[in-house]
């Protein structure tokens, strides 16, 4: 619901800005630059970078290890990663990627296979662990501490808080051309996201018990063909995902450095617009480079011992503040006199919770990756 909040104060913030600038189509970054400043707009430009390459290797370490526990011989799941990254490597360097979106918008059936294998499968290992009142006194949240909360913030964000894409899909969504609609739209979406989640959640929190992995698929015991099956499509879309999150960094760094487009026309840089454009910038060969500088860099963040450790860190520190603590700020200083008091107190109570959230979900995050 905090989400849903922020969600329409970024929309709001977007048709402010554009209406000032006369331009259509802006960026979270051109948002902070026109409330926080230049310095403002490079925070945002960083915290959005981390993202876009989080979320990527994040993809790349759940398919590594969702591959390794299928196959019959044990691969170290690092190799798997890099394995994984050469093989969308080509993918990144295409521009047009209405091809993978289209994929990736099927892999909602992969999602519903997923719940439904893991719920069946959980199902019969709870009622296997009989008797159930022995296995109801072994569900986390009975005993749980505040570092177990503090540490459940950083995945919540992660699927929660993709506010740092919001602005290219509000540009391109029907539902944005009318005053409110993309917010109520979003706000339907996360109410039913959540509800769906929050049965999942207790349901494996019941079955699975206290000692799940941060890929519960793995944790199933056996696996019969719909549970491969399941695996390996959640894989596939992952993989299929990957270029389409990739291309948030991409464009953010390509704009920095001012490289042209294949048609020859300069890339927009108001992302980093003090940056000046490097020679020889229309070289497709250099953009080539660049990318797969960038995919090298998720390979190596994939490399973690856990999945679940760069979910909670890039969801906790960077997703949080993009969607908690930075749109009642710029809320506050560009729309302000506009509010009413009751939206106005919202954003005020909304920005110290937003940053005890950060700091209690990235100190856990941090604790379960140094530890």
């Not at 994040?58 to 394995?83: C, E, I, K, V």
């Not at 051309?177 to 999942?200: E, P």
């Not at 003090?274 to 190596?300: E, F, K, M, N, Y």
């Amino acid at each position: 619901l905090l989400g849903a909040a922020t969600v329409r104060e970024l929309s709001a913030l977007k048709s402010h800005v554009e209406l000032e600038t006369g331009e259509r189509g802006i960026t979270y970054v051109d948002t902070a630059r026109a409330a926080l400043g230049q310095t403002g707009a490079n925070f945002v430009y960083a915290l959005s970078l981390f993202c876009s390459l989080g979320a990527s290797a994040a993809y790349l370490a759940f398919g590594s290890a969702t591959l390794n526990s299928m196959l019959p011989l044990h691969y170290q799941s690092r190799f798997l990663a890099l394995m994984l990254a050469a093989l969308v490597l080509p993918v990144t360097w295409v521009e047009d990627l209405s091809f993978m979106v289209r994929l990736a918008q099927g892999g909602t059936f992969a999602v519903l296979l997923g719940y439904t294998v893991t719920l069946y499968s959980g199902l019969l290992q709870f009622i296997s662990r009989a008797p159930v009142v022995e296995s109801l006194t072994s569900v986390p949240l009975a005993s749980s501490s505040g570092f177990t909360f503090g540490s459940g913030i950083g995945p919540i964000a992660f699927l929660f808080c993709p506010h740092f894409l919001i602005f290219p899909i509000m540009t391109a969504s029907r539902s944005s051309r009318r005053s409110g609609g993309f917010a109520g739209l979003a706000f339907a979406a996360f109410v039913i996201a959540a509800a769906i989640n929050v049965v999942f959640g207790a349901a494996g929190c019941l079955w699975f018990g206290r000692d799940v992995s941060s890929i519960v698929m793995n944790d199933i015991v056996g696996g019969g063909f719909t549970v491969v099956a399941a695996k390996t499509l959640l894989c596939v879309n992952l993989l299929c995902t990957y270029p389409l999150v990739f291309a948030a960094a991409r464009d953010i760094v390509e704009r920095s450095l001012g490289f042209q487009s294949d048609s020859g026309e300069r890339l927009n840089t108001t992302a980093s617009s003090d940056v000046a454009a490097l020679p020889g910038s229309s070289s497709v060969q250099a953009r080539r480079i660049v990318r797969v500088v960038l995919v090298l860099i998720t390979a190596a963040i994939a490399q973690q011992k856990d999945f679940g450790s760069i979910v909670s860190l890039v969801g906790a520190f960077a997703q949080s503040l993009m969607a908690f603590v930075l749109p009642p700020i710029m809320a506050l200083r560009l729309l302000r006199p506009r509010m009413s008091r009751t939206r106005r107190l919202a954003n005020l109570v909304t920005i110290p919770l937003g940053a005890s959230i950060v700091l209690v979900g990235t100190a856990a995050a941090l604790a379960s990756v140094l530890g």
